[in-house]
């Protein structure tokens, strides 16, 4: 057993810290995810049989380093339909494009639909279905659905696809999706049965990776703001970093943010285990959002009235949490899921 | 569970309940109970009313402009009118600096500065906290050097609620250097129109605006405006903040909150989901748990006892149960409440009663609702106070 990073990650990471000092994270624009394309990081989503560079970890790594950040929204949903279309066919043109930053596709897992669900019409002729709050779609040419029966690869600019966008509480672009009787092609069904159920399962180590990878990038940043503020904020003659009543708090963040960082490692080594089971993918996701929220909490009270402006990254990083929490597919669907699953 | 109320307090709750369904303005109420932020000219239509009916200043003496309330009676009409929606009735004016005019100040004072806060006239805001003296207040540094039959005041305040809307701020300030940080301040009253005076906007994580920093750059102010003695400022900085400290458990507020809570969840479908009910149980406990130690505490206060430490342990609790609410209510919407745009919350060309516009006001309160846990003398100051004079840890 090995958990440290291989040198190479070590690089990737380093390289994404770099990059992400050089950004104050910046509107959503193109120029960006030109710049990351050339990087190469998106190759961090698929093997080198798809032309990548990655597994799961290597994803883990760009996306705890991007966390928080417009990036890590946009990122997030791009990881898991390269997942899914990896599982499909390795060698689909589509992946290329993706990869070098030309086209952009968002994967899509039926949890992420509205409770009516996800219905496949009349012997795969058309799907139907509702999302809501999904981040990057409005930017999306493709969109890829893992569903147990099948993968379906579907053209954003359908007819039948509804897109209707607004701001989201994380600041960024968030859109109800809406498919109406989308009509399916043979090339639009990528795989059927057992296939379209192992690149499901695929999938949803992805997006485990991924939602719990950002927790524990944003959870350490918000912790090291804390930290750096209670060592140079003085009051009663001290810096406060000094009254043990704050240094056990800070010590009990720590340990949050050391958990984070071990659920986060869970999800992205799934990638590389067969069989993980669904509920471990689920414990992750639940248990690195609780701790994160929890940290954000402490960063903010600790800093005092300084974190109720936006002159700090602090009440970003909660809006950001709450979003990783609330949002369909983030960690209340999975409490859910695991309540269901014991009953 | 009564609390045993006298017939009087009763006809009192009565009296409040009936004027407040009358007379709150349904657009005003709405607002509040959807949590999406006031404008000035909403505070002060309700302020207004009240002032009419001459209650702005209830638990003020009869003498200067009040209704001699008791303490319940100042307990049930914060409940009653919290309860029904009423905006928070700003209590810069009328619950800080008023009760240190009326038991400091001179006559001319008196005379100047209580009408003005009992007719709602004058907005005043409190000048407390600095870039450098926050939960140790009292190291601050704004100076006011003495001339003549002025002081002139430079240096500046933060986290200034309100401050842009106000037309009077109370500040303390450093009147002598060389003594000890308590020793060496005093109250001045400063009028915002004051040349010297910039007001600048800090922008807080709802995205609303309520907090500023102000700053002062050899601002005069007439001696006349100080209160009290000279250097003595902190006593009367002490007596505020036990006045601040005595409100800050809103039982009406929370339980309009659980109420909203409550019905949002079933609008969802939620009302047998077992982890829902387990969750607001345990809110609803705490609920009971602070108003029957609000109610303990008010009992002691009408025996003629000074409220203490448990100012402190209600500050603490009330805003930790508030902001607990105000979260779980967010996470009830679920992913409704991912649309979030500060900017569609204060444009009046959006429905302000539309679904949208409500889930925007709770995201909106519990990003607020941050703040409560860290102002008026944070949570953590509240445990210094609790375990120095009450359990003697000091």
């Known amino acids: 057993m090995k958990l440290t990073l291989t040198q190479e ?228 003659g001290q810096p406060i970093g000094r009254f043990q009543a704050l240094q056990h708090r800070l010590v009990d963040m720590f340990v949050a943010v050391e958990e984070v960082q071990s659920l986060a490692l869970a999800a992205a080594r799934a990638a590389t285990i067969v069989d993980v089971p669904e509920s471990a993918l689920s414990r992750a996701i639940t248990g690195a959002s609780d701790r994160a929220l929890h940290v954000a909490k402490e960063a903010i009270q600790l800093h005092g009235a300084v974190a109720m402006t936006e002159d700090l990254p602090l009440g970003g990083g909660l809006r950001r949490l709450k979003v990783l929490q609330l949002m369909p597919g983030g960690a209340e669907t999975h409490r859910r899921r695991l309540q269901q699953s014991f009953n | ?102 038991t400091y100040g001179t006559e001319e004072q008196k005379a100047r500065h209580l009408p003005g806060i009992v007719s709602n006239e004058v907005f005043w805001c409190q000048g407390y906290s600095e870039p450098n003296a926050g939960s140790d207040l009292a190291r601050l540094s704004t100076r006011a050097n003495r001339d003549g039959d002025s002081y002139t005041v430079t240096g500046s305040k933060i986290w200034t609620s309100m401050a842009h809307w106000a037309d009077w701020i109370f500040a303390l300030v450093r009147t002598d250097s060389d003594a000890k940080p308590q020793a060496g301040i005093s109250f001045l009253l400063i009028d915002l129109n004051s040349p010297g005076i910039t007001i600048q906007p800090i922008q807080s994580i709802e995205g609303a605006h309520h907090l500023n920093q102000v700053f002062f750059d050899n601002v005069r102010v007439p001696v006349e405006n100080r209160i009290g003695e000279e250097n003595a400022g902190w006593t009367y900085a002490k007596f505020l903040l036990g006045h601040e400290r005595v409100l800050s458990a809103e039982i009406g507020k929370a339980k309009r909150m659980l109420e909203r809570l409550r019905s949002l969840a079933e609008e969802r479908n939620l009302a047998r989901d077992p982890r829902y009910l387990e969750t607001l149980a345990r809110l609803e406990t705490d609920v009971l748990a602070l108003e029957w130690t609000t109610l303990r505490m008010l009992d002691t206060v009408m025996g003629g006892a000074a409220p203490g430490v448990e100012a402190s342990m209600l500050k603490l609790r009330g805003s930790t149960v508030v902001q607990e609410i105000a979260e779980y209510t967010v996470d009830v919407l679920g992913h409704e409440a991912l649309a979030f745009d500060p900017s569609f919350l204060e444009e009046t060309i959006n429905d302000p009663s539309s679904e949208l516009s409500r889930n925007m006001g709770v995201v909106s309160e519990f990003l607020f609702q941050r703040a409560p846990t860290i102002w008026g003398g944070s949570n953590e100051i509240q445990r210094n106070i609790i375990s120095k004079h009450a359990l003697g840890l000091g």
């Not at chain 1, 560079?53 to 929204?73: D, K, N, P, Y």
């Not at chain 2, 200067?64 to 009735?89: K, M, N, V």
Request: overall charge negative; glycine content about 10%.
């Open chain 1, 9 to 236: 990650q070590s690089m990737l990471a380093d390289s994404v810290t770099r990059f992400m000092a050089g950004k104050n994270t910046p509107g959503e624009a193109e120029s960006i995810w030109r710049e990351v394309a050339e990087l190469g990081w998106l190759g961090a989503g698929v093997g080198e049989s798809a032309g990548g560079f990655g597994g799961g970890r290597e994803m883990a790594i760009v996306m705890e380093g991007v966390g928080g950040s417009e990036l890590a929204q946009a990122l997030a949903p791009v990881f898991v339909a390269l997942a899914i279309l990896e599982k499909s066919d390795p060698e689909a043109a589509l992946i290329s494009g993706i990869i070098s930053g030309d086209v952009v596709a968002c994967g899509l897992l039926p949890e992420m639909a509205a409770d009516d669900g996800l219905k496949l019409e009349d012997e795969l002729t058309s799907v139907s279905g509702q999302f809501h709050a999904l981040a990057n779609v409005h930017r999306a040419r493709h969109l890829v659905l893992a569903l147990p029966e099948a993968t379906l690869l579907l053209p954003a600019s359908d007819p039948n696809v509804h897109l209707r966008s607004y701001r989201g509480m994380d600041g960024k672009t968030k859109s109800d999706l809406k498919l109406d009787h989308v009509a399916l092609s043979e090339a639009s069904v990528l795989s059927k049965g057992p296939d379209a159920a192992a690149a499901l399962h695929r999938a949803r180590v992805t997006h485990a990776a991924a939602i719990t990878a950002e927790c524990s990038g944003l959870a350490a940043a918000l912790f090291q703001y804390t930290l750096d503020y209670v060592k140079q904020r003085r009051q009663f």
């Open chain 2, 1 to 102: 569970m009564e609390a045993g109320w006298s017939p009087e307090d009763r006809a009192f709750r009565r009296e409040v309940r009936d004027f407040t369904q009358e007379k709150l303005p349904a657009a005003i109420r709405d607002k509040v109970m959807s949590g999406r932020p006031l404008e000035r000219q909403d505070y002060m239509r309700w302020q207004d009313i009240l002032a009419q009916k001459g209650w702005i200043a209830g638990f003020w003496p009869k003498c200067h402009g009040g209704q001699d309330w008791t303490a319940s009676q100042s307990y049930i009409f914060q409940e009653e009118t919290t309860y029904a929606g009423a905006p928070w009735l700003l209590p810069f004016g009328v619950n800080y600096v008023g009760p240190v005019i009326y």
